[in-house]
């Protein structure tokens, strides 16, 4: 079971410019979340996926989008990136019929703006 | 707002001794998480407890809950070098509070020392 895989691993862009990073989870999974971590802060949920959908969303401008694939697997899109969209995007998947729902995470991507 | 709070925000202590990270939330929740980061990388996790557990372990891990004062403790005895990382609370309310996404805190570093 190769668990949640995400890439790129490292990315660097210039303000303005656009990004997708991309997200497959855990076996027998479907739903996805992604999350933003700044240095030095706790992951903030940006939104969630299920059945193709969005279902949920953070506090996060619509400049953050995602797009979920009948094979459960993820991307998240930012455009207009801001030198504040530096951090770390995790990934994480867990399965909706869990009544619980314990997530799992990714190695997350490293996103710098310059 | 950030649901979690985890205290202390940094804790140094030397090989042997146990550890202790407090972490505190506002609402309702269904069950708690305690996750470990090790240096920007991506979340794994520890222990889940349930609304309706006060006490959970896990080999040196001991994890409580009182959800009578909206908090949780996590315990690490007999630490070890390799346990150095970033500590995170995350709670997952109730589908009538925060549907499926988890709430973390700023976290708590630990430092063991050899």
């Known amino acids: 079971d190769a668990g949640v895989t995400q890439s790129p691993t490292h990315l660097i862009k210039t303000r303005g410019q656009q990004v997708t990073l991309r997200c497959s989870p855990k076996?027998?999974?479907?739903?996805v979340s992604w999350y933003q971590q700044a240095l030095g802060q706790g992951p903030q949920f940006i939104f969630q996926y299920y059945e193709e959908e969005e279902r949920q969303r953070g506090n996060f401008p619509d400049r953050f989008s995602g797009h979920q694939f009948p094979n459960y697997s993820s991307e998240l899109n930012v455009n207009a990136l801001l030198l504040g969209d530096s951090a770390l995007y995790l990934c994480a998947s867990s399965r909706d019929s869990s009544s619980y729902n314990e997530q799992f995470f990714g190695p997350g991507t490293r996103l710098t703006v310059l | 707002s950030q649901q979690g709070e985890e205290d202390p925000q940094a804790l140094s202590i030397q090989e042997g001794e146990n550890a202790t990270m407090n972490c505190s939330y506002k609402?309702?929740?269904?069950?708690l998480q305690w996750y470990r980061q090790n240096s920007g990388r991506g979340l794994v996790h520890l222990i889940l407890?349930?609304?309706?557990?006060r006490e959970k372990h896990s080999g040196r891990l001991r994890v409580t809950l009182d959800t009578s004062k909206k908090s949780s403790s996590l315990l690490i005895t007999a630490s070890r070098a390799a346990d150095t990382a970033s500590y995170f609370c995350a709670t997952k309310g109730g589908i009538w509070d925060y549907g499926q996404n988890f709430v973390f805190g700023p976290g708590t570093r630990l430092s063991v020392l050899p």
């Open positions: 407890i349930r609304s309706n557990e």
């Open positions: 076996s027998g999974h479907d739903t």
């Open positions: 609402t309702s929740i269904n069950n």
